[in-house]
């Protein structure tokens, strides 16, 4: 039974243009977010996070989106470019628990110049 | 920023042999460190829980005698797969945090791809 769910396997979209990557989670212990960018063969590299307190961080070109009564989560890339394809994990931290993240499926994006 | 090494980056190994993987914090120390595994396509899965100087905290399904986890120091964690098979074969990847609270970020290794012929 997954608890985060990342229902788009893939998602291609032009240089320039706005990436929407999205995320669903059923755990409502879940209070922390977090979006993880990786590349083949190499481990998750840490891009934007979002506590459950919030509904919105940004970080230059990035930002996450929290809609808790919903759980959905959404990252959103602006301008894309052709150094952002990559895989997307969604991942989610529970609290009570030791801190181990809860992973999706990920999202595999592809920016076209 | 936070650095985690890891080592090998990939192995070859034949089955029934073991293979032991070093997981370091570098400019960092770190009481806990977290095993997840990935199958191709397919989420990162916790595997198990390194904890500094006591025991490790196995996910269900996680065979503890085989994936042995020894974590010395407050920079080193190691994950030996024991008696390995070709169902073993999969990319392991190591994490852990500078800040010890939970709510921040793992810091990811870049992983080691383990082929079991």
């Known amino acids: 039974d997954q608890q985060v769910k990342q229902n788009s396997p893939s998602l291609s979209v032009q240089e320039g243009r706005i990436s929407i990557l999205n995320c669903d989670y059923t755990?409502?212990?879940?209070?922390?977010f977090l979006w993880y960018k990786k590349y083949p063969a190499e481990g998750p590299t840490f891009l934007i996070s979002i506590s459950s307190i919030k509904d919105k961080n940004e970080d230059g070109r990035f930002t996450v989106f929290l809609n808790k009564s919903a759980k959905h989560l959404s990252l959103h890339i602006v301008p894309s470019q052709p150094g952002d394809s990559a895989v997307y994990f969604c991942?989610?931290?529970?609290?009570?628990?030791?801190?181990?993240?809860?992973f999706g499926k990920g999202t595999k994006l592809s920016v076209k110049p | 920023g936070a650095v985690v090494s890891q080592h090998p980056s990939w192995v070859i190994c034949k089955s029934g042999t073991s293979v032991k993987i070093e997981c370091r914090s570098l400019d960092f120390q770190a009481t806990t460190m977290f095993w997840y595994r990935q199958f191709p396509k397919q989420s990162l899965m916790l595997m198990a829980t390194?904890?500094?100087?006591?025991?490790?905290?196995?996910e269900q399904g996680v065979e503890k005698d085989k994936f042995l986890i020894n974590h010395a120091s407050l920079t080193l964690s190691t994950l030996t797969v024991t008696s390995a098979h070709p169902e073993d074969s999969s990319f392991y990847i190591c994490s852990a945090r500078d800040i010890p609270e939970r709510n921040s970020p793992l810091h990811f290794g870049n992983g080691t791809r383990l082929t079991v012929t």
């Open positions: 755990n409502s212990m879940f209070d922390y």
């Open positions: 991942a989610a931290s529970a609290r009570g628990s030791q801190g181990n993240l809860i």
């Open positions: 390194s904890n500094e100087g006591s025991k490790a905290t196995y």
